[in-house]
């Protein structure tokens, strides 16, 4: 597929969705809650009995729309899908959103049958889905939620295109983003891939979309995953790649086969495939969120030497050893930068990395002082910034936001961690996640986690420092 058909698929002047319904255990329901109301262009419900759909006139076929109809949504029985695709193939569609599952990802040979006569079709038009069998598509930058979950258009908008394999992984991510503030430009599950695959959006993500800034994928098995490895090659350092591979387990790749139509394949080739290619592997579904927002908002570090400044002695030296397991080095201060800290802290405070910074518990000013001095340090790459909530520090969030506005953005990496119970630093770390190149996540580890994959994405892709 080419980028400018995946344009029109993925940013339509005009939507008519094939199956909309308003009863809500169908499926058309839910698209046209998606739809209704928030996408900006033109919006036709389709259905054969022809009355009011979430209250815009509906239309018994695709053929009765006197105007042009940019993408078709359809939530139509399998049985009847291909005659649907030719419908809107004669109608001029540009591109199609195929919800319907029953294909080959069904154990009855018929699906497959039924997803080959499907794929023919379609080119026959030179018709791109997505799909079948996905729960659709979000593009957080357009305002378009073409799929059936409205409550994805709560995620904010942002840099992270998350590519899916799975429509059940991306509500986990999609739910996870909106509560820890992961800001997404697309969100899409490709579902059985009839005919845009990987490669096709990976190469759309990095050449044409310029909302996207990294590319997050999720992938259980790929029918050509040569493909994939090609395209993320060619493409190497334009925009960040990372990817979580899921199936590999013997039972985990015989799901795969039954969930999307493709075996999982060999994990540890498909480890090494993605080095090479330039892609950087993940583990976990929070670790390829963490690292994508990070990424995202945070400058590279330019080596390993990570600086540790702590509200509180514990989760700083939780952070210390978690750098430390996974190969980054705590930073020696320059004499300069320890005398500075020095100045700022007593010494019955740890002043030297990981620097408890206690004493300043009721004092942000303080805290940021040391943070600028760690930054500007020329012996630390990249600095974790930890506080936790008591009811003494109450006013730790607003003070830090007040304080923030005066800074430049940082130069080098900085992750926080700012725990408090809920409604307590809310509006605050809203307001200070991914500003001034500082990103906040839940724990120490996982900012450790995240501060060393930064410092694996700047050996992986050098020529984008």
């Given at each position: 597929?080419?980028?400018?058909?995946?344009?029109?698929?993925?940013?339509?002047?005009?939507?008519?969705?094939?199956?909309?319904?308003?009863?809500?255990?169908?499926?058309?329901?839910?698209?046209?809650?998606?739809?209704?109301?928030?996408?900006?262009?033109?919006?036709?419900?389709?259905?054969?009995?022809?009355?009011?759909?979430?209250?815009?006139?509906?239309?018994?076929?695709?053929?009765?729309?006197?105007?042009?109809?940019?993408?078709?949504?359809?939530?139509?029985?399998?049985?009847?899908?291909?005659?649907?695709?030719?419908?809107?193939?004669?109608?001029?569609?540009?591109?199609?959103?195929?919800?319907?599952?029953?294909?080959?990802?069904?154990?009855?040979?018929?699906?497959?049958?039924?997803?080959?006569?499907?794929r023919e079709t379609a080119n026959g038009y030179s018709l791109p889905i997505v799909g079948p069998n996905t729960f659709g598509y979000v593009n957080l930058s357009d305002g378009i939620n073409a799929s059936f979950t409205s409550e994805f258009s709560q995620i904010e908008d942002?840099?992270?295109?998350?590519?899916?394999?799975?429509?059940?992984?991306?509500?986990?991510?999609?739910?996870?983003?909106?509560?820890?503030?992961?800001?997404?430009?697309?969100?899409?599950?490709?579902?059985?891939?009839?005919?845009?695959?990987?490669?096709?959006?990976?190469?759309?993500?990095?050449?044409?979309?310029?909302?996207?800034?990294?590319?997050?994928?999720?992938?259980?098995?790929?029918?050509?995953?040569?493909?994939?490895?090609?395209?993320?090659?060619?493409?190497?350092?334009?925009?960040?790649?990372?990817?979580?591979?899921?199936?590999?387990?013997?039972?985990?790749?015989?799901?795969?086969?039954?969930?999307?139509?493709?075996?999982?394949?060999?994990?540890?080739?498909?480890?090494?495939?993605?080095?090479?290619?330039?892609?950087?592997?993940?583990?976990?579904?929070?670790?390829?969120?963490?690292?994508?927002?990070?990424?995202?908002?945070?400058?590279?570090?330019?080596?390993?030497?990570?600086?540790?400044?702590?509200?509180?002695a514990g989760p700083g030296i939780i952070a210390a050893d978690a750098l430390e397991a996974l190969g980054l080095t705590l930073s020696s201060f320059t004499q300069a930068t320890q005398e500075k800290i020095n100045t700022l802290l007593p010494p019955i405070a740890i002043r030297?990395?990981?620097?408890?910074?206690?004493?300043?518990?009721?004092?942000?000013?303080?805290?940021?002082?040391?943070?600028?001095?760690?930054?500007?340090?020329?012996?630390?790459?990249?600095?974790?910034?930890?506080?936790?909530?008591?009811?003494?520090?109450?006013?730790?969030?607003?003070?830090?936001?007040?304080?923030?506005?005066?800074?430049?953005p940082f130069p080098k990496p900085v992750i926080a961690c700012f725990t408090a119970p809920p409604g307590i630093w809310d509006d605050s770390m809203r307001r200070l996640d991914r500003k001034k190149g500082m990103v906040i996540l839940r724990t120490p580890e996982r900012a450790?986690?995240?501060?060393?994959?930064?410092?694996?994405?700047?050996?992986?892709?050098?020529?984008?420092?």
């Open positions: 597929m080419t980028n400018q058909q995946l344009k029109s698929l993925f940013s339509p002047q005009s939507i008519a969705v094939i199956g909309a319904s308003n009863s809500f255990d169908k499926l058309g329901y839910h698209v046209m809650k998606s739809l209704a109301g928030n996408y900006r262009g033109t919006l036709f419900p389709v259905n054969p009995r022809g009355k009011k759909i979430w209250g815009i006139d509906s239309y018994s076929s695709l053929g009765e729309i006197q105007g042009p109809v940019d993408v078709a949504v359809i939530v139509v029985p399998a049985h009847l899908v291909t005659e649907t695709v030719h419908a809107c193939g004669k109608k001029g569609v540009k591109g199609i959103v195929l919800i319907t599952a029953g294909f080959k990802e069904i154990e009855d040979t018929k699906g497959e049958a039924l997803e080959y006569e499907l942002g840099g992270v295109a998350l590519i899916s394999q799975s429509g059940g992984m991306c509500h986990l991510c999609g739910f996870l983003a909106i509560e820890e503030r992961v800001a997404m430009s697309k969100l899409m599950s490709l579902g059985n891939r009839c005919n845009v695959d990987f490669p096709d959006v990976l190469r759309y993500c990095v050449e044409e979309d310029s909302a996207t800034r990294v590319v997050a994928l999720y992938i259980e098995g790929l029918d050509r995953p040569r493909d994939l490895m090609n395209t993320a090659a060619l493409l190497r350092g334009r925009k960040p790649v990372i990817a979580y591979k899921a199936g590999r387990s013997q039972k985990g790749d015989s799901a795969s086969r039954f969930h999307t139509g493709s075996l999982a394949g060999d994990h540890e080739i498909w480890k090494g495939a993605m080095r090479q290619a330039g892609i950087l592997q993940v583990e976990s579904a929070d670790e390829l969120l963490d690292t994508a927002k990070a990424l995202d908002a945070c400058e590279s570090p330019l080596g390993p030497r990570i600086a540790v400044l702590s509200g509180q030297t990395n990981p620097v408890d910074m206690g004493p300043a518990w009721y004092n942000p000013g303080v805290m940021l002082e040391i943070l600028k001095a760690a930054v500007a340090d020329e012996q630390t790459d990249g600095v974790l910034f930890l506080a936790m909530y008591a009811s003494a520090n109450l006013k730790l969030a607003e003070e830090l936001e007040r304080y923030m506005k005066k800074l430049e450790a986690r995240a501060m060393n994959n930064l410092w694996k994405a700047t050996q992986l892709w050098p020529e984008a420092r």
